[in-house]
Nanobody, 125 residues
Framework: QVHLVESGGGLVQAGGSLRLSCAASGFTFTSYSMGWLRRNQGKEREFVAAISGNGEITYYADSVKGRFTISRDNAKNTVYLQMNSLKPEDTDVYYC??????????????????WGQGTQVTVSS
């Protein structure tokens, strides 16, 4: 059974940093790309970042490029999102998700089949 469990959210001042973690279980972790998306205030979930199974290829939304870094530790079945220079507009619920192989693009919400429960990130101005 696939499980994705996020942690690391919290309250931080603008300009600060947070690191989100997502612990995965129940599948062969290295066989799947992983992504981070955010709730986007109840609208269509917004792509944030994604990483290939071997960690060599990464993708970022323009809004976070240069500030956020996605990485993974395949020995620990964990994917991370390091968020620096946080802005109030980054406030949201962040979800870790497993990317379906060869289905859609990294930017599409429907290209992901399993999701974590989400972790709240709040950035105060």
């Amino acid at each position: 059974q696939v499980h994705l469990v996020e942690s690391g959210g919290g309250l931080v001042q603008a300009g600060g940093s947070l690191r989100l973690s997502c612990a995965a279980s129940g599948f062969t972790f290295t066989s799947y790309s992983m992504g981070w998306l955010r709730r986007n205030q109840g609208k269509e979930r917004e792509f944030v970042a994604a990483i290939s199974g071997n960690g060599e290829i990464t993708y970022y939304a323009d809004s976070v490029k240069g500030r956020f870094t996605i990485s993974r530790d395949n020995a620990k079945n964990t994917v991370y999102l390091q968020m620096n220079s946080l802005k109030p507009e980054d406030t949201d619920v962040y979800y870790c998700a497993r990317k379906l192989p060869r289905i859609g693009t990294y930017y599409q919400k429907n290209a992901y089949d399993y999701w974590g429960q989400g972790t709240q990130v709040t950035v105060s101005s």
